[in-house]
């Protein structure tokens, strides 16, 4: 017959740390529901849509009045474009500037 000795002052594995399992358990869910949550961001629109049912560009300014500018200068212009459709903005041909000399 063989007898179990009890130590006392030593406690057995699975009792030393209770908590270890669900904290292990709970980084795993979390972690999951990190990655199936972080998935592809909802696009949503840059500007308020003025448009529905049609792309519309926008521009900021329409014109630029550089003044008199010498020949052989250059001089640089931004413009800010907007799609303030619902759709896609697509360009069925290269986009072009036109520079008007004047008076």
Known sequence: MSKKVKRFGHKS???QYPWLFPLIVGMALVGLAFLVLRGKPVAQPLAAVEVHGAARLKVDQEQIDMGD?????MVEASF?????????????KPPYIEVVEGC
Request: charged share 25%; hydrophobic share 35%.
């Open 80 to 92: 800010l474009l907007t799609n303030v459709g619902d759709q896609p903005l697509r360009f069925t």
């Open 13 to 15: 594995k699975s009792t």
């Open 69 to 73: 500018v010498k020949l052989g200068r």
